[in-house]
RNA sequence: GCGCCAGUAGCUCAGCUGGAUAGAGCGUCGGCCUCCGGAGCCGAAGGUCGUGGGUUCGAAUCCCGCCUGGCGCACCA
């Protein structure tokens, strides 16, 4: 907000004259729990307390008779507690944020620190092995959220799935199909070990038989394996549609053997001195970057003599730094954390001027779905696992998101979808909505449209009761929490801020009235504004803001 | 054994990157319907922030030890 920026630039000049120099940028102003500490609070004079070897009051005090602010700001200034120095803003100035969240519309919130610079994300990348189930979900609805934060402030951001449709897995599942094949003719076949069990997998072989008359016998272990591949990516992309997440690329991994940049990668290790040859196989002595143990780059002849996972990854890193994207996140369960060093490392020892924390990861714990009280137990080798589709048809999509999207990703999330399917005010996503859904309400009886209040036709200095300047404090703060959530790469603060808008809504809705008020005109501004601003955020997340409910 | 993550109200979790008297929802208890949607609102009770040290004006937040739980520790991905 406007004031904010005045505050900020004012003290940095004050500083300055108490000889000490800072960016307005490393200003640090709060927003006080309690109102009685003012609209707008700073801690200045404590961080500068050591550098000017005085008292954090002493430097208040000369902070506040040296800070010059414009006329009609600010109504008080207060030193208060160990030496924060409290604004109180002008009430005129309070409401001006009205004025900019609907000059600002659906891009209030947004901001440039990004400045249009590249930024990957990562997000999903399941192996086509199997239908997408809830941990993927969480990933999905976590990365899409975040590569929209990263929109919102100024990046130019690119989703990208990354297939592993290489590798021992695939083989697996080939031979999967391929045994089912067999049982249809009428030979069972044991499942090979480590094979996949689901239904799917009968599904598969069934459409394969039908589409290929000229091999029964599913022989053509190659044609299997492209052919399940493919069935998998179709049903995963359309898991995906329906839950309303787009990805700008999607990268094979086979195509980095195509391209011959896993054997590049290699040869670059080799030549950068790192590798060794022991028991036959190809070793990356990651132990000279911190690792607690080499690892093995190619295995040794008797195990395939093919690559392990660890070189593709490293490679296909390389990839994402040479299309330019000097920025890259990748959202992964905790249970991969192991490839987080493995990978940074790989590409340090390169020595190409990789910086030393690319890529950054995002890291989410696990998922449990409770239903009827009582855990959902997932078995991915037994094939019973709650997939994404099964969620979203049954819950429907905002609420999955929703739910991903409310804790953050380090702690486990339990997934409650009694709660997420009821429509009472327990459920927090219903409870935000509710409040979008009540000032549209508002705006359908009065038989305007909340385009149609311009603030400049209303006298906003009628709003002055406590919920409403709680209000207008919280829409204040909207680009601020966005900018937060962006830099710290956590949707569910905006969650929780949408919660505490929708709070304030309510209660302000449920005490006064607007239409027929003589405030009338003020009020309908407000309620165009908070309808606003809890739409940009659900927008924000990839959940709707239904006009009724 | 080693590594990563977590431990905050009875339950589920926030806590804005070190700030003021630690917050919200659910649950419990007590109130509020001639109303723009009661599918809601208001109030109360409820805390040794796992634990022991340290850093400093100031710690739930940073550092070290310990306890508990989850996840990982492949020539699988």
């Not at 809504?505 to 009020?523: C, I, M, N, T």
């Amino acid at each position: 907000m406007k004031a904010h920026e005045v505050i900020r630039a004012a003290l940095a000049d004050a500083a300055a004259r108490l000889e000490v120099s800072l960016s307005p940028s490393a200003v640090e102003l709060e927003r006080p729990r309690d109102p009685a500490h003012g609209d707008v609070a700073t801690n200045l004079a404590l961080t500068l307390a050591k550098a000017l070897k005085q008292k954090p009051r002493a430097v208040a005090e000369r902070l506040v008779a040296t800070v010059q602010l414009p006329q009609g700001l600010v109504r008080r200034i207060e030193i208060a507690g160990p030496g924060f120095i409290n604004f109180f803003l002008a009430e005129a100035q309070l409401a001006g944020v009205l004025g900019v969240v609907l000059a600002g519309g659906d891009r209030y919130g947004r901001s440039e620190v990004g400045q249009g610079r590249p930024v990957n994300v990562e997000f999903v990348s399941a192996n086509p092995t199997g239908p997408l189930h809830v941990g993927h979900g969480r990933q999905a609805a976590l990365g899409d959220a975040i590569a929209s934060l990263l929109e919102w402030t100024g990046w130019r951001v690119t989703r990208e799935f990354y297939y592993n449709d290489g590798g021992g897995q695939i083989i697996n599942l080939a031979r999967s199909v391929q045994a089912r094949i067999q049982e249809l003719r009428g030979r069972p076949v044991a499942l090979p070990e480590g094979g996949y069990h689901g239904e799917y997998i009968r599904d598969i072989a069934e459409h394969y038989v039908a589409a290929h008359p000229n091999d029964p016998e599913g022989a053509d272990l190659d044609a299997v394996r492209r052919f399940a591949v493919q069935e998998l990516r179709k049903e995963q992309d359309a898991d995906l549609h329906a839950f309303g997440v787009k990805f700008d690329v999607y990268f094979l991994e086979s195509s980095l053997y195509a391209t011959s940049k896993v054997e590049e990668t290699m040869r670059r290790l080799v030549a950068a001195g790192h590798t060794y040859e022991k028991d036959g196989a190809l070793w990356l002595r990651t132990t000279d970057f911190g690792d607690d143990k080499d690892r093995v780059m190619r295995k040794r002849a008797e195990k395939g003599g093919d690559y392990t996972y660890f070189l593709p990854d490293v490679a296909y890193h390389v990839d994402k730094w040479e299309r330019g994207f000097t920025r890259a996140i990748n959202v992964q369960g905790a249970d991969h954390h192991s490839t987080v060093t493995r990978v940074r490392i790989g590409l340090q020892a390169l020595e190409m001027g990789i910086a030393p924390g690319y890529p950054e990861y995002v890291l989410h714990q696990m998922v449990t779905v409770m239903k009827g009280g009582a855990e959902m137990k997932i078995s991915k080798r037994a094939g019973s696992y709650m997939t994404v589709r099964e969620l979203v048809d049954e819950v429907g999509r905002d609420a999955v998101r929703y739910f991903f999207l409310m804790r953050r990703g380090d702690s486990h999330l339990v997934f409650d979808v009694d709660l997420a399917k009821s429509q009472t005010e327990e459920n927090p996503v219903f409870y935000v909505q509710m409040a979008h859904a009540r000032m549209s309400g508002i705006f359908r009886v009065a038989g305007r449209e909340p385009a149609s209040v311009p603030p400049e036709g209303a006298d906003l200095g009628t709003l002055t009761q406590p919920e409403e300047t709680e209000l207008l404090k919280e829409l204040a703060d909207f680009p601020n929490l966005v900018a937060g959530a962006a830099a710290a790469l956590e949707p569910h603060r905006v969650t929780s801020y949408l919660e505490g808008v929708a709070r304030a809504a309510h209660a302000w809705y449920h005490k006064y009235r607007v239409l027929g008020e003589p405030q009338e005109a003020a009020r309908l501004v407000l309620a165009a504004a908070v309808r606003r601003v809890l739409a940009n955020g659900l927008h924000l997340l990839g959940i709707s803001a239904p006009d009724r409910m």
